[in-house]
């Protein structure tokens, strides 16, 4: 049924029309770049020829802009546009938008996309009009022969040298059938010349691998500074709201107790226990939230016995096995402990998992990380859970982060970091 269906689907007419306006587009695009490049070439020579030539990769870049929105809209295919051109650092002008202009890539495969689709949009406007009229045109023969003075579609000379035409029914119906093959054959058809036309505008149009990196790094560096300002503001409204209060409260107590010194011994006595027991909470809380900060088990004794003490701390019973044949650089560690810190976390909060497992191990240059748990699953990092800015972090410094949580469970979530010796 799908055989069937394809010639009047929204897919094939729209690869239809984009083969069809492929071809007048292309031709004054061509026309224009070939002439503007020409001319500026042969202009070299002179002052004029280097602003026409920056002006001829203007174009260049229209005519990407245009053709990315005419693939968006009749293909389905969203390339992204390239990083627009910027000056170098310091240097401001005409002349340096110039420059930067003859040394942009993009613009050069833009050029290049207006010369080489040109001759592959003459190739496809030709073979699928062909094909798509011819097709509809035989089938629906039969409908509108009638309306012809004499026949028109020959067969061939029979043994007296005379032509015969398709005129008698089964010949009629014969030929339809052929008309239907060839329509039933020409969606195939059309989508083989929009695949070409898929891979010149992804291939020539879009950003650069380069581009590409540099627009994730910064997305990543983003991400990760956004993380850093929260977890600054974390710090501060859990000294504000802990440490920083109690030690309010402890100063207070210690103000009464030396007012009570003389005249009341036993109560100074009872104020100052008071402040002892405020001074040791006031510690442990200042330990724990240096513990959030950087632990001091990580930095002395290294990743695997700080994973032990994680572990041990987690409500969720959990076990670990570490495979690590030394100590990566500090920043890897560091990396590694907050990520497993935060889905142990999320484990205690959400899953309501009765075991989880930890395995770290080395593999080539990478540190793999692999979480489980038996909980509900249905982790999702658009869900809110954490797993959003643990993912941003990861790809700031080129990892990744795999989850596979079903509803209903088991949850396995992997880790990869860049595993990186230390100095």
Request: net charge neutral.
């Amino acid at each position: 049924m799908h055989l069937l269906r394809a010639p009047l689907t929204a897919r094939t007419w729209r690869e239809l029309g984009y083969v069809l306006s492929g071809l007048p587009i292309l031709t004054v695009a061509f026309s224009a770049l070939v002439t503007l490049l020409a001319t500026s070439v042969g202009l070299l020579v002179t002052f004029v020829g280097v602003p026409l030539l920056a002006l001829t990769l203007v174009c260049a870049r229209g005519l990407g802009a245009g053709e990315r929105a005419r693939a968006r809209l009749l293909l389905d295919l969203d390339v992204p546009a390239p990083a627009p051109v910027r000056p170098r650092r310091g240097r401001r002008g005409a002349a340096a938008h110039v420059v930067a202009l003859l040394g942009n890539g993009a613009a050069w495969r833009q050029l290049l996309y207006g010369v080489v689709a040109f001759p592959w949009s003459v190739f496809s406007f030709s073979t699928g009009l062909t094909v798509w009229a011819t097709g509809w045109g035989m089938l629906t023969y039969p409908l509108w022969s009638w309306s012809l003075p004499w026949p028109v579609v020959a067969l061939g000379e029979d043994g007296a040298g005379r032509t015969r035409y398709v005129d008698t029914p089964a010949e009629l119906a014969g030929f339809a059938l052929l008309g239907l093959l060839l329509v039933l054959a020409a969606p195939w058809w059309l989508r083989g010349l929009t695949t070409v036309d898929r891979f010149l505008v992804a291939g020539l149009l879009g950003p650069t691998r380069l581009d590409a990196r540099v627009t994730e790094l910064e997305g990543g560096r983003a991400a990760v500074t956004d993380t850093a300002s929260a977890d600054l503001r974390r710090i501060e409204r859990d000294l504000h709201d802990g440490a920083q209060a109690r030690l309010v409260h402890l100063a207070m107590n210690l103000g009464i107790a030396k007012e009570n010194l003389t005249h009341d011994p036993h109560t100074a006595a009872r104020m100052v226990d008071t402040a002892h027991h405020e001074i040791k909470l006031a510690l442990q809380e200042l330990r724990d939230l240096a513990r959030g900060i950087h632990p001091a088990i990580l930095t002395h004794r290294g990743l695997g016995p700080a994973l032990q003490t994680l572990t041990t701390r987690c409500t969720t019973p959990t076990t670990l096995h570490t495979d690590l044949p030394h100590r990566p650089a500090p920043a890897t560690e560091s990396i590694a402990y907050f990520t497993i810190s935060e889905l142990l976390q999320n484990i205690s909060k959400h899953s309501h998992a009765t075991h989880a497992h930890v395995e770290l191990w080395k593999t080539d240059n990478r540190l793999l990380i692999h979480v489980t748990d038996n909980g509900h699953g249905g982790a999702n990092p658009h869900h809110g859970t954490g797993l959003t800015g643990l993912t941003h972090r990861l790809q700031s410094v080129d990892g990744l982060l795999l989850i596979h949580s079903p509803t209903g469970g088991p949850t396995t979530i992997t880790a990869e970091l860049p595993w990186r010796d230390p100095d």
